[in-house]
């Protein structure tokens, strides 16, 4: 397996549970918690998309 499939699958693979755990909080009425400029911030899940699959 080269270099660029396993890059391309561990993406894939870190898109589909961001993926997930945003589904799992909106089912949940919850927020996902991210560091944004060195400072801490919720963020409901509601308000937050899908990431969409690479088109590289």
Do not use: C, H
């Amino acid at each position: 397996m080269k270099t660029k499939e396993i890059k391309t699958k561990i993406l894939e693979g870190n898109r589909l549970a961001l993926n997930k755990l945003i589904a799992k909080k909106k089912k949940e009425n919850s927020f996902l918690v991210f560091s944004q400029n060195g400072k801490v911030v919720k963020i409901y899940a509601k308000d937050l998309t899908p990431v969409p699959p690479d088109t590289n």
